[in-house]
């Protein structure tokens, strides 16, 4: 800005350096200072006054004597503008004054600027310093008595005293003269000549943990001031509240939340000194989740904005108890702070409530309750001293552990106490098991229920039979089930049973499911003299069914559901299931050379017919190569057949040799187009047709047929990864190729890829080679051919690469995409159906690019919704369509088609070329006995 520079017409020695000090060198600080106008006013009294207009275009701070942390600043900013005044002229009476680009600035090392965030507070983003405007103006007189013009009355908006987490805001006066004290300051008991800030009203905030809303008249301050290296005073205050044990909180004052958990502030004492805290003292009451009952606790502030907690000295012993489910004598309880984590940990005697039994007390070594409601126990499951029996749903359950957590159900979290040991399902039999996970849950609203996560079942008469299996029980609002599976064996003929079954009960419907798999002990000859039965199988369902979609619905072969697996089945009213099935083989082995297993199924309504199968060769044991489903269902017009094979050798981690494969077959009567061929598949590749020799030599193939067009690729290489010593060596070769056919519209597309890698390395010396190749050719609309070699050197320096791309192309004219979609909206104010409008193809078939119009109807007419007659109709299309054209029947008098023509669309491009779709004319015919 254009003026004379301040230091080339005014002495520095006129500038007060005993109330003022630069911060930084006097002459630096003022270089770029410049008078902008200079005005001279003989006063009334025939005093002079002088005033200085300058610029400040970067800011000026002085350092307030005998305020540590307060500076006083010039210009800066968007104002840089500040009016100096001096009137009288003589020592013993005179006045300066300045005027506007002025603030009050405070060092963050005392104030760290905040704002309000929710329920807390976080760093100011847009101020790094907390700065008080005196744009009013501000005069000194002869006395050294400093007067604010606009008035001694400032807001400091929230700041955090150093790091403690303790913030205040409030209205506050400078009391900055030397021979002259405010009010408030004399109130403290200063003395005339000190300096510092006073405050007129303040609020104070404890730490973002603690949460508790503190009103300025709930607090006492005493010597409460900003002085030389910050604030110093006391800060007090007391709270009334009391806790409701009806609904488990507390009411009153000073109530909030500690970490989120229910807390009671009852009293706060809080020391400062120049900004260090130096004492506090906070008491309340701490509500403990779980049992939901208040402790009372003594809090301490620290400086980093931390709190200590510890259970008050109240000189008895703490009792906690969840009425009818557990009391806790508390020996030492223990608070932790992680992160933004806080949790109790409970150690001492632990008594269990539950069932009117006589439970003995028995020694707890941590409960550990979080903030967010989750508890856990330390070492996991209590072993008690002594089994206890109880009643559950008419069952005897003996009780040999106990345990305690939080789990959440349907968005609600429950907390629990868990029990396991042994139960016995029939008194009238010797047949016993064992619990694992039963549960007694309770949401916040002390909502109870039941839960049990699994029970062992294992029954002996020696040299007769055993019997061992599982069955965990589902615990629902409208649903109580139990479901599972056992072993049979009969000892003295060596015959096996093997049973799945469901039992359960809606809210209006009993339902059962049982799998019953007979094996017996030698085969028994069938009509040809080298075949024998060795196994019998039944399955019964009331108000069962299945999904036999999700048994092919496996990621690896090895993991492939078998079709009476309880987990397969579910409810549903008014269905029915029957099955039989059986196993047979070669006779003179055992079923060595040759076995075979099948299952017939029928789901009622339907009928749909199931049938399972597994084969096998070569093996002694009951394990089978290959699974098959074939599925007919009548209901949808769908057939599928579903085939998996694996072969290990040796048995059973197939070391030597590891074969496995899928394939599968679909067809649909009410979906032409929904067919589909694979022998193996793409995705994932554990679907694809495998083989891995000695985890060494492998390779993958797979091919999918469907309407769209053919899919095949197939990849065979081998790696080596060892170490010998200290040297490692890694070799890697392999070869992939991929083929894709689109029959709309036809275009093929295949890449072949080799690759190879070599690595030889020890300690931090490595040298390797790496190199892939592949080409890419696709045909006929567009031609093209893409190819690509890269090369990587590989050393304990670094990498170097090099990769070289060939491209060629044809362009072509993009094929004419149909714009009409699949579906066809009948709407009314009632009902809103979808009509699936079935195309032949996409695209024209003649190699002309556009698609074959045709007046016959391609749609399944068993799949036709029935509406009102007084319907109409919506068109779907999946391009951008303008409506109408002359020349065309059943146009409007306008010349569209429809009821609600749109705009004109811009033509769509792709590419070089352009395309508008338009429609032309809707025909509307019946249907007579079979035709149009």
Same mark, same amino acid.
Do not use: C
């Given at each position: 800005?254009?003026?004379?520079?301040?230091?080339?017409?005014?002495?520095?020695?006129?500038?007060?350096?005993? =109330?003022?000090?630069?911060?930084?060198? =006097?002459?630096?600080?003022?270089?770029?200072?410049?008078?902008?106008?200079?005005?001279?006013?003989?006063?009334?009294?025939?005093?002079?006054?002088?005033?200085?207009?300058?610029?400040?275009?970067?800011?000026?701070?002085?350092?307030?004597?005998?305020?540590?942390?307060?500076?006083?600043?010039?210009?800066?900013?968007?104002?840089?503008?500040?009016?100096?005044?001096?009137?009288?002229?003589?020592?013993?009476?005179? @006045?300066?004054?300045?005027?506007?680009?002025?603030?009050?600035?405070?060092?963050?090392?005392?104030?760290?600027?905040?704002?309000?965030?929710?329920?807390?507070?976080?760093?100011?983003?847009?101020?790094?310093?907390?700065?008080?405007?005196?744009?009013?103006?501000?005069?000194?007189?002869?006395?050294?008595?400093?007067?604010?013009?606009?008035?001694?009355?400032?807001?400091?908006?929230?700041?955090?005293?150093?790091?403690?987490?303790?913030?205040?805001?409030?209205?506050?006066?400078?009391?900055?003269?030397?021979?002259?004290?405010?009010?408030?300051?004399?109130?403290?008991?200063?003395?005339?000549?000190?300096?510092?800030? !006073?405050?007129? @009203?303040?609020?104070?905030?404890?730490?973002?943990?603690?949460?508790?809303?503190?009103?300025?008249?709930?607090?006492?301050?005493?010597?409460?001031?900003?002085?030389?290296?910050?604030?110093?005073?006391?800060?007090?205050?007391?709270?009334?509240?009391?806790?409701?044990?009806?609904?488990?909180?507390?009411?009153?004052?000073?109530?909030?939340?500690?970490?989120?958990?229910?807390?009671?502030?009852?009293?706060?004492?809080?020391?400062?000194?120049?900004?260090?805290?130096?004492?506090?003292?906070?008491?309340?009451? =701490?509500?403990?989740?779980?049992?939901?009952?208040?402790?009372?606790?003594?809090?301490?502030?620290?400086?980093?904005?931390?709190?200590?907690?510890?259970?008050?000295?109240?000189?008895?012993?703490?009792?906690?108890?969840?009425?009818?489910?557990?009391?806790?004598?508390?020996?030492?309880?223990?608070?932790?702070?992680?992160?933004?984590?806080?949790?109790?940990?409970?150690?001492?005697?632990?008594?269990?409530?539950?069932?009117?039994?006589?439970?003995?007390?028995?020694?707890?070594?941590?409960?550990?309750?979080?903030?967010?409601?989750?508890?856990?126990?330390?070492?996991?499951?209590?072993?008690?001293?002594?089994?206890?029996?109880?009643?559950?749903?008419?069952?005897?359950?003996?009780?040999?552990?106990?345990?305690?957590?939080?789990?959440? /159900?349907?968005?609600?979290?429950?907390?629990?106490?868990?029990?396991?040991?042994?139960?016995?399902?029939?008194?009238?039999?010797?047949?016993?098991?064992?619990?694992?996970?039963?549960?007694?849950?309770?949401?916040?609203?002390?909502?109870?229920?039941?839960?049990?996560?699994?029970?062992?079942?294992?029954?002996?008469?020696?040299?007769?039979?055993?019997?061992? #299996?599982?069955?965990?029980?589902?615990?629902?609002?409208?649903?109580?089930?139990?479901?599972?599976? !056992?072993?049979?064996?009969?000892?003295?003929?060596?015959? #096996?049973?093997?049973?799945?079954?469901?039992?359960?009960?809606?809210?209006?419907?009993?339902?059962?499911?049982?799998?019953?798999?007979?094996?017996?002990?030698?085969?028994?000859?069938?009509?040809?003299?080298?075949?024998?039965?060795?196994?019998?199988?039944?399955?019964?369902?009331?108000?069962?069914?299945?999904?036999?979609?999700?048994?092919?619905?496996?990621?690896?072969?090895?993991?492939?559901?078998?079709?009476?697996?309880?987990?397969?089945?579910?409810?549903?009213?008014?269905?029915?299931?029957?099955?039989?099935?059986?196993?047979?083989?070669?006779?003179?082995?055992?079923?060595?050379?040759?076995?075979?297993?099948?299952?017939?199924?029928?789901?009622?309504?339907?009928?749909?017919?199931?049938?399972?199968?597994?084969?096998?060769?070569?093996?002694?044991?009951?394990?089978?190569?290959?699974?098959?489903?074939?599925?007919?269902?009548?209901?949808?017009?769908?057939?599928?057949?579903?085939?998996?094979?694996?072969?290990?050798?040796?048995?059973?981690?197939?070391?030597?040799?590891?074969?496995?494969?899928?394939?599968?077959?679909?067809?649909?009567?009410?979906?032409?187009?929904?067919?589909?061929?694979?022998?193996?598949?793409?995705?994932?590749?554990?679907?694809?047709?495998?083989?891995?020799?000695?985890?060494?030599?492998?390779?993958?193939?797979?091919?999918?047929?469907?309407?769209?067009?053919?899919?095949?690729?197939?990849?065979?290489?081998?790696?080596?990864?060892?170490?010998?010593?200290?040297?490692?060596?890694?070799?890697?070769?392999?070869?992939?190729?991929?083929?894709? /056919?689109? @029959?709309?519209?036809?275009?093929?597309?295949?890449?072949?890829?080799?690759?190879?890698?070599?690595?030889?390395?020890?300690?931090?010396?490595?040298?390797?080679?790496?190199?892939?190749?592949?080409?890419?050719?696709?045909?006929?609309?567009?031609?093209?051919?893409?190819?690509?070699?890269?090369?990587?050197?590989?050393?304990?320096?670094?990498?170097?690469?090099?990769?070289?791309?060939?491209?060629?192309?044809?362009?072509?004219?993009?094929?004419?995409?149909?714009?009409?979609?699949?579906?066809?909206?009948?709407?009314?104010?009632?009902?809103?159906?979808?009509?699936?409008?079935?195309?032949?193809?996409?695209?024209?078939?003649?190699?002309?690019?556009?698609?074959?119009?045709?007046?016959?109807?391609?749609?399944?007419?068993?799949?036709?919704?029935?509406?009102?007659?007084?319907?109409?109709?919506?068109?779907?299309?999946?391009?951008?369509?303008?409506?109408?054209?002359?020349?065309?029947?059943?146009?409007?008098?306008?010349?569209?088609?429809?009821?609600?023509?749109?705009?004109?669309?811009?033509?769509?491009?792709?590419?070089?070329?352009?395309?508008?779709?338009?429609?032309?004319?809707? @025909?509307?015919?019946?249907?007579?006995?079979?035709?149009?």
């Amino acid at each position: 800005m254009d003026g004379i520079p301040l230091l080339s017409s005014v002495d520095t020695e006129l500038i007060p350096l005993d =109330l003022i000090n630069p911060d930084g060198d =006097l002459a630096e600080l003022l270089s770029n200072v410049v008078i902008t106008d200079y005005t001279e006013t003989i006063n009334a009294d025939e005093s002079l006054t002088s005033e200085y207009s300058l610029s400040f275009d970067e800011e000026v701070s002085f350092k307030i004597m005998g305020l540590d942390g307060l500076e006083l600043t010039f210009g800066g900013g968007t104002d840089s503008m500040v009016t100096i005044g001096l009137t009288g002229g003589s020592p013993d009476s005179f @006045t300066i004054y300045l005027l506007g680009a002025l603030q009050l600035k405070f060092d963050n090392n005392l104030f760290v600027p905040v704002i309000a965030s929710g329920t807390s507070f976080i760093p100011d983003p847009n101020n790094e310093h907390r700065n008080i405007s005196i744009s009013a103006g501000i005069e000194l007189d002869e006395d050294l008595t400093i007067t604010f013009t606009g008035g001694n009355s400032f807001t400091l908006d929230p700041v955090m005293i150093g790091n403690s987490g303790v913030v205040v805001e409030g209205e506050i006066a400078f009391d900055f003269s030397e021979n002259e004290a405010l009010p408030e300051s004399l109130d403290l008991g200063f003395t005339e000549a000190w300096k510092g800030v !006073v405050f007129k @009203t303040v609020t104070v905030h404890l730490p973002d943990d603690i949460n508790v809303a503190i009103l300025p008249n709930d607090l006492i301050f005493e010597n409460f001031h900003i002085g030389n290296g910050g604030i110093s005073g006391d800060i007090s205050g007391n709270w009334t509240n009391t806790f409701d044990e009806n609904t488990g909180t507390f009411t009153g004052a000073g109530v909030g939340d500690l970490f989120g958990i229910a807390f009671a502030l009852n009293e706060l004492g809080l020391t400062f000194y120049q900004n260090t805290l130096a004492g506090s003292t906070i008491k309340g009451s =701490l509500l403990i989740p779980f049992f939901d009952l208040p402790i009372d606790v003594d809090l301490g502030l620290t400086n980093d904005g931390d709190f200590t907690i510890a259970l008050a000295d109240d000189g008895g012993l703490l009792t906690l108890e969840k009425e009818d489910v557990i009391s806790i004598d508390v020996t030492s309880l223990e608070f932790i702070k992680e992160d933004t984590t806080f949790s109790i940990k409970l150690s001492g005697k632990i008594t269990p409530l539950l069932a009117n039994l006589d439970w003995p007390s028995f020694e707890l070594k941590g409960l550990t309750i979080g903030s967010d409601g989750t508890v856990k126990v330390e070492g996991g499951w209590i072993e008690l001293p002594d089994q206890k029996a109880l009643d559950f749903h008419g069952f005897q359950i003996e009780i040999a552990q106990l345990g305690f957590g939080s789990d959440e /159900i349907d968005g609600i979290l429950y907390k629990w106490v868990g029990f396991s040991g042994g139960i016995q399902i029939v008194q009238a039999l010797p047949l016993r098991g064992g619990v694992e996970g039963l549960k007694v849950m309770w949401d916040e609203n002390n909502n109870f229920k039941l839960k049990i996560g699994g029970v062992y079942l294992s029954f002996e008469i020696k040299d007769v039979l055993t019997f061992d #299996g599982s069955v965990f029980f589902i615990d629902e609002v409208d649903k109580k089930e139990f479901r599972g599976s !056992v072993d049979l064996t009969l000892i003295p003929i060596n015959l #096996g049973i093997d049973a799945q079954f469901i039992a359960g009960k809606k809210t209006d419907y009993n339902y059962f499911y049982i799998a019953v798999d007979l094996d017996l002990p030698i085969g028994v000859p069938l009509g040809p003299p080298v075949l024998g039965l060795y196994g019998l199988a039944g399955l019964y369902g009331h108000y069962m069914t299945l999904n036999y979609q999700d048994l092919i619905d496996y990621e690896d072969v090895d993991d492939r559901p078998e079709l009476t697996d309880v987990e397969n089945w579910y409810d549903q009213k008014g269905a029915m299931a029957f099955g039989a099935g059986l196993t047979v083989g070669t006779l003179p082995d055992s079923k060595f050379t040759v076995k075979a297993k099948a299952l017939f199924v029928i789901l009622i309504p339907g009928p749909v017919l199931l049938i399972e199968g597994h084969a096998g060769m070569l093996s002694l044991n009951d394990s089978y190569m290959m699974q098959v489903l074939a599925v007919l269902d009548p209901n949808t017009g769908t057939f599928l057949l579903n085939i998996s094979a694996a072969y290990q050798f040796p048995k059973p981690n197939g070391e030597l040799l590891d074969i496995s494969g899928s394939a599968e077959a679909y067809f649909s009567t009410a979906d032409a187009n929904g067919w589909h061929l694979y022998l193996g598949e793409n995705k994932p590749e554990s679907k694809r047709i495998r083989a891995d020799i000695y985890s060494f030599f492998k390779a993958q193939t797979y091919l999918m047929l469907d309407n769209d067009g053919l899919k095949m690729g197939a990849w065979i290489g081998y790696g080596l990864d060892e170490k010998y010593g200290i040297l490692r060596v890694v070799l890697e070769a392999w070869m992939s190729g991929k083929l894709s /056919i689109s @029959t709309m519209p036809f275009q093929a597309k295949g890449t072949v890829t080799l690759y190879g890698n070599a690595e030889l390395s020890a300690k931090i010396v490595k040298l390797g080679i790496s190199v892939e190749a592949d080409v890419t050719v696709q045909a006929p609309r567009p031609i093209s051919i893409e190819a690509s070699l890269k090369v990587q050197l590989k050393m304990a320096v670094g990498k170097l690469k090099a990769t070289i791309k060939l491209n060629w192309a044809r362009p072509d004219v993009p094929p004419y995409s149909v714009p009409l979609s699949a579906t066809l909206g009948i709407e009314h104010r009632k009902v809103s159906q979808n009509w699936d409008i079935q195309k032949s193809s996409t695209y024209q078939l003649d190699d002309d690019g556009f698609y074959l119009g045709s007046d016959t109807a391609n749609t399944s007419f068993g799949n036709i919704p029935v509406v009102p007659p007084d319907v109409y109709m919506v068109l779907n299309f999946d391009k951008p369509v303008n409506d109408g054209s002359l020349g065309f029947d059943l146009l409007n008098s306008d010349g569209t088609v429809g009821s609600n023509p749109s705009t004109i669309n811009d033509n769509e491009r792709v590419g070089d070329y352009e395309f508008k779709y338009e429609l032309l004319g809707v @025909t509307l015919e019946y249907r007579n006995i079979g035709d149009w």
